[in-house]
């Protein structure tokens, strides 16, 4: 009789394990995206997430909100987020983030694509970012000045070279002071041109025309990522060699990029979802630098303005486009 109770005890148990198992594995997750610009879910985020176990309408779903370049829109589409109940938010951008942070301080919170968390005053320290936020910076002071030696590589004989930037951007400040301190080392005279909405940018092309600049360069923003196809086709019109911070410029005809390899972080986004949602607080998982860079060259665009790129510098390019 004693056997046969513990054999029934012991099949309860396993029942109750398995049934337990089998309602994790039927949890359905509904995950926040806030992005700047975009009209969907980065796919390197996706398919990195597939990968680890995470099916889109399986045992995951997102919630996808985007400011379409607008970012006056994103305080509301972060508070909808949070009315939705998402278990996280993760968010593109530093204007994304900052709408986030101050819709909720409890939901976790996966950053993207933000140049300097700690001076924006997103986390305490990259090491122990504190809160609800975690995630991935970019380094975009830093690799501000990098791009503008670059530039200089490139248009060797240039003596003012003037700067796209948006004046209520958190980050371009820091950015442009990298800049300076680039263009004092190389001699050469900034002409910084302020473009804080859409409707600004020919305005300030006919603004840096009127001071004959020899190139131009694009300080990291939301807004201005959005317009990248306008801009890339002002600087052709004007035959200006330019750079630029990520791979969508040249994707739509701009001459150079260089910074960190965005599909890379995005699929490293995808690591701080998945420990997140098995339990870890974001406030235990260090803010990451990236690792991976990418310096891209478009040489049709190069052609069209009749400028010849130094082989020294193709040489260090990690993609050429012909």
Known sequence: MNKKLVWLVTLLLLAAGTFAEAQQAKKVFRIGFLGSVGAAVPTPLQQRLEELGYVQGKNIVFEYRSAE??????PDLAAELVRLNVQL????????VHAAKRATTTIPIVMVDVGDPVATGLVASLAQPGGNITGLATL??????????????VVPTASRIAILLNPTSLTN??????????????AVRIQPLEVSKSEDIERAFAA????????????????????????????????????YDRRAYTEVGGLMTYGP???????RAATYVDKILKGIKPADLPVEQPTKFEFIINLKAAKQI?????????YRADKVIK
Do not use: C, Y
Not at 178 to 184: F, M, P, S
Not at 221 to 236: E, G, K, S, T, Y
């Open 69 to 74: 370049g607008k970012l006056d829109r994103l």
């Open 140 to 153: 975009s002071p830093e690799l501000s000045g990098k791009r503008f030696e670059l530039l200089k590589e």
């Open 306 to 314: 009749g400028l010849t790129i130094p082989q020294s510098v193709l």
């Open 208 to 243: 840096m025309m009127r001071e004959h600049p020899d190139a131009f360069m694009v300080l990291p923003d939301p807004m201005l990522n959005a317009q990248r196809a306008r801009i890339v086709v002002l600087a052709a019109k004007h035959r200006l060699p330019a750079i």
């Open 173 to 186: 400040p820091f950015q442009l002071k990298e800049v300076q301190v680039a263009a004092q080392a190389l």
């Open 261 to 267: 390899n965005f599909p890379d972080l995005w699929r």
């Open 89 to 96: 938010i993760v968010a593109a951008a530093t204007p994304a």
